[in-house]
């Protein structure tokens, strides 16, 4: 049974940068799958953040990529997320997400609340 | 890019059968048959009920159903049962990007 467990600071400063970490247990995520992150603001709807295959090709939301990151640590079984220069409009539940390429996501993680709060 | 544009909320008796749409443009739901439909228990991680428009993953009851017509795809659900009250949401391929609809509350009366 693949899991995906996500874990970093619940909250953020405004200009500063948020860094969450994605752990999958029950698959090697070097076996496959394009790994990223979807995110919720509070009342709103899903937003794709962007997703990385575990040989580095990256697909990022055109409205985000200037502002983002994800990379992969095969070692670990992990991915990452890092968003520069908050704002509080990137307050919202971050999802990790295990898809197959064509915004069809297989696994997900129950999501974790940021807040970006001084 | 808006987001797709799904009812707010549906609901049916047990054992009856719902529908929810998901409409989108030429650009997404009617440019692609890549349009993927998750079940969501607040607090839960969600769950993959349909891809590739009618694809149903293994372990997915045949209860849920999905098709799509022009610009707008929708998700079928038979039978109802109590377990399949949540939230449903629509995802699209849109070239650059997956887009996501609102999301549907499903209450089973």
């Known amino acids: 049974q693949v899991q995906l467990q996500e874990s970093g600071p619940g909250l953020v400063k405004p200009s500063e940068t948020l860094s969450l970490t994605c752990t999958v247990s029950g698959y090697s995520i070097s076996s496959g799958y394009y790994w990223g992150w979807i995110r919720q603001p509070p009342g709103k709807e899903l937003e794709w953040i962007g997703s990385?295959?575990?040989?580095?090709?990256?697909y990022y939301n055109p409205s985000l990529k200037s502002r983002v990151t994800i990379s992969v640590d095969t070692s670990k079984n992990q991915f990452s997320l890092k968003l520069n220069s908050v704002t509080a409009t990137d307050t919202a539940v971050y999802f990790c997400?295990?898809?197959?390429?064509?915004?069809?996501?297989?696994?997900w993680g129950r999501g974790t609340l940021v807040t970006v709060s001084s | 890019q808006s987001a797709l544009t799904q009812p707010p909320s549906a609901s049916g008796s047990p054992g009856q059968s719902v529908t929810i749409s998901c409409t989108g443009t030429?650009?997404?739901?009617?440019?692609?048959?890549?349009v993927s439909w998750y079940q969501h228990h607040p607090g839960k991680a969600p769950k993959l009920m349909i891809y590739?428009?009618?694809k149903r993953p293994s372990g997915v009851p045949d209860r849920f159903s999905g098709s799509k017509s022009g610009n707008t795809a929708s998700l079928t659900v038979s039978g109802l049962q109590a377990e399949d009250e949540a939230d449903y949401y629509c995802?699209?391929?849109?070239?650059?990007?997956?887009?996501f609809g609102g999301g549907t509350k499903l209450t089973v009366l």
């Open positions: 997400t295990g898809d197959r390429a064509y915004a069809t996501i297989d696994y």
């Open positions: 030429s650009s997404d739901v009617g440019g692609y048959n890549y």
């Open positions: 995802c699209s391929y849109a070239g650059d990007k997956g887009l």
């Open positions: 590739e428009v009618n």
């Open positions: 990385m295959y575990h040989s580095g090709t990256t």
